[in-house]
């Protein structure tokens, strides 16, 4: 019961962060003097840059753990963010050009770390792929290593596309950040508020990969019974 | 000693049953001679500068007629039913990764060797002075390519589309191989010195070593049913 009420707490309250964060984004937050209103999409695009590669970085560890005990709640776990990762990930290549276009007057540059996030992108959608075209008894373990493949994968790229100049704006630098107050502070609440939503999406993902995997074994009992 | 024995029996093994057949090799040669011929219609008959593009054209050759060489590694096993036997072989996993990884490699010289050697017929390049440098960066490239294809052969050989999955799997990852290898290329054939790629040299002995190391960890897991 108190798990239960927990559980409803914890919806209420996300929900309530991501009403503030909306607030903070759209009425609190100054405009930008020189980008202008399009700066905002930056509210939304760096928590869900942060959150996909924390996304991808469970799937990761997820699938070391799973190599190692051979508990399928791992695999569910690795399977489930990756799932959420790639849609953070969707979101931050789909709102990076829209503000890139008015600001670098182009929708793409081969930066590292936007084409490290687009290898990234690609390399998780293979993993989902990968899990949905594999032998069923195989699916856990080639899955697993393909998520720690996946993720070695990214410095690699980083330094390798470094081989070329970068142009992305470094907001973030050893000195602290480097926006006005009122944004820093709407950063901080769409970044909680975001991780909020985030650990709920994946809870919910979890929770649901377990029913099926529940339904499926209630299904194989019955269709034994069904056909003796 | 005994290890290397054991491994080069595997080795030769599929040495010996590609040369019986030659259907591998020929459709590799084949096809990346075909993919030449297809680059040098569609770069048209003038091209400027070809030193800049050589590069590229390269190595997306040895990456497309490379693939059809790592998918036959495992799934020729599968096919013919012979993976149980390979895999009882009295040899830990990590050494019949190794041998595969060396036969796939020596299939993917073999088509690169013969794709330079129509390259430089056909794109009227002299690659001689140059041989060195490149030789090492192709062999460091084609270690890195071979080594993941080998781990994504093995992967893809368990699935249903063995081949779409394969390309699917190789390409994103074999990204920073290609970055760095074609840079390098590109700096050797503008007549600079070894030590001006260093940095892509770097990155790509930090990519074959990452990936042999993950291969050694994990490829016990891929093959176990």
Avoid at chain 1, 189 to 210: G, H, M, Q, V
Avoid at chain 2, 58 to 84: C, H, K, N, Q, Y
Wanted: proline share 4%; hydrophobic share 60%.
């Amino acid at each position: 019961m108190t798990k239960r009420i927990f559980e409803i707490t914890f919806e209420v309250v996300t929900f309530l962060l991501m009403l503030a964060a909306l607030y903070a984004i759209f009425i609190y937050a100054p405009i930008e003097k020189t980008m202008g209103i399009v700066q905002k999409i930056f509210y939304l695009h760096v928590p869900a840059a942060f959150l996909a590669f924390f996304a991808f970085f469970i799937t990761f560890l997820a699938s070391i753990v799973y190599l190692y005990k051979k508990d399928q709640k791992w695999d569910v776990i690795a399977y489930c963010s990756a799932e959420i990762g790639v849609l953070f990930c969707t979101i931050v290549l789909i709102t990076g050009p829209i503000w890139a276009k008015p600001v670098w007057n182009v929708w793409w540059t081969w930066d590292p770390r936007l084409t490290t996030t687009l290898i990234l992108w690609f390399i998780y959608l293979a993993y989902l792929m990968l899990r949905g075209v594999v032998r069923e008894n195989q699916r856990a373990n080639l899955s697993a290593v393909f998520g720690i493949i996946g993720f070695a994968n990214v410095p690699i790229t980083f330094f390798a596309i470094r081989l070329w100049r970068t142009i992305h704006p470094v907001i973030i630098t050893s000195e602290g950040i480097n926006i006005s107050k009122p944004m820093k502070y709407t950063l901080l609440l769409t970044f909680c508020a975001f991780f909020l939503f985030f650990l709920s999406l994946l809870k919910n993902r979890i929770k649901l990969e377990r029913l099926k995997i529940k339904t499926e074994k209630v299904r194989a009992v019955y269709e034994e019974i069904f056909s003796s | 000693m005994i290890f290397f024995r054991k491994l080069w029996a595997i080795v030769w093994k599929d040495l010996l049953s590609e040369l019986r057949t030659k259907e591998m090799i020929l459709s590799m040669c084949l096809f990346s001679f075909l993919v030449l011929i297809i680059f040098s219609f569609a770069l048209g008959a003038e091209v400027m500068n070809l030193k800049t593009i050589v590069p590229g054209i390269l190595w997306v050759v040895f990456i497309f007629s490379g693939l059809m060489g790592l998918g036959r590694a495992f799934g020729a096993e599968r096919d013919r039913g012979t993976l149980p036997g390979l895999l009882l072989c009295p040899l830990s996993p990590w050494g019949i990764y190794l041998a595969k990884m060396v036969g796939t490699f020596i299939f993917t010289a073999i088509m690169e060797i013969f794709t330079l050697s129509i390259f430089i017929i056909l794109f009227n390049l002299n690659l001689l002075p140059f041989l060195l440098p490149l030789g090492l960066i192709f062999f460091l490239g084609t270690l890195g390519f071979s080594a993941i294809g080998t781990l994504f052969s093995a992967m893809s050989a368990a699935t249903k589309s063995r081949d779409t999955i394969l390309s699917i799997l190789v390409f994103p990852i074999t990204v920073p191989m290609l970055i760095a290898a074609v840079k390098a290329t590109e700096t050797i054939l503008a007549g600079k010195t070894v030590t001006e790629v260093y940095s892509p040299l770097k990155i790509l002995i930090a990519f074959d070593l990452i990936y042999l190391l993950i291969a050694y960890l994990t490829f016990t897991f891929i093959i176990e049913e």
